[in-house]
């Protein structure tokens, strides 16, 4: 099949699905570069309320330049012509994402895995890439180890900010945040309620306090069973005891429970502190077995472990 005309790329065939849109690999015409291309499925595309969101997503994604942040190269509107000539497989009218093609995958395949120096790395660069998104206004909410993606080269991309919630928003915006929306292991118990006007900074840190657990263990805090008993957990539950499959310092066990608790207020409030908290932490493991037979693995590039913060100057304030 001929590449699908769309803008300033050439779409080739898709290469991933989430739950609003296909990602299409594709080519910048005029520069040759590779890019990615997310476009609203056809069931997605008849509803006006996912219109509403993946809209939503490109004014979130477009207004943010940091280097842990997937780079947006356009955005757009599928014409008839390339409707007609991706046998409506793109629907015209529907909203584009064009941008930067990150190939190597995610970071869910390396839970359980990644030794803890590079897992530090990782925790600090998703905090430095959330500062520059919340003091623009933009709760992710939905943060995962399958919504960081990994580049050949060890850096790591947040993407997918199709729950993106504007913290300034008004009107149509906070109906919409009333959704629940994100996914139940990695979500924080405002999330799971519903209570929109909670939603802030420390929402997306309680779901990174479960993404740094899952990269740890292998599993997230509260995990398994059906949907009601995980938000059972996140609401009612101590957190279990952490059983780490790589070795960890203690100290970062009681990092991750601060991220946990379940009122927003007990929390870390902004992504400075937890990062000037996790600094605090040493970079080096302590000489001991984990607590299981899996053997960790070099999975990353060694450059992630020179980490590098971009704070904005909205994020930056003393220690505590």
Known sequence: MEPISLGLFDLDQPIGKGGMGVIWSARHRGQDIPAAVKVLTLKRAKDISFRAAFRKEVRAVAGLDHPNIVLVFDHGVVSKQAETSSEQRIIAGTPYLAMELVPGGSLAKHRGTLPWPQLRSVLLDLLSALAHAHSRGVIHRDIKPS??????????KLTDFGLAHA???TGEEKVEARKRGGT????APEQLQGNWRDYGPSTDLYALGCLGWSMCSGR?????GTWVEVMHGHLTRKSPTLEPSIAIPPEFENWLRKLLHKAPENRFQRAADAAWALLQIPEEAPDVPAQSNHVPRLLIPERTVKTTLFWSAEEVQSPP
């Not at 919504?147 to 790591?156: F, K, P, Q, S």
């Not at 139940?184 to 979500?187: E, I, N, Q, V």
């Not at 997230?220 to 398994?224: A, C, E, I």
């Open 147 to 156: 919504n960081v993606l990994v580049c050949e080269d060890g850096t790591i």
């Open 167 to 169: 913290t300034t928003g």
């Open 184 to 187: 139940p292991a990695y979500m």
């Open 220 to 224: 997230s805090p509260f995990s398994g």
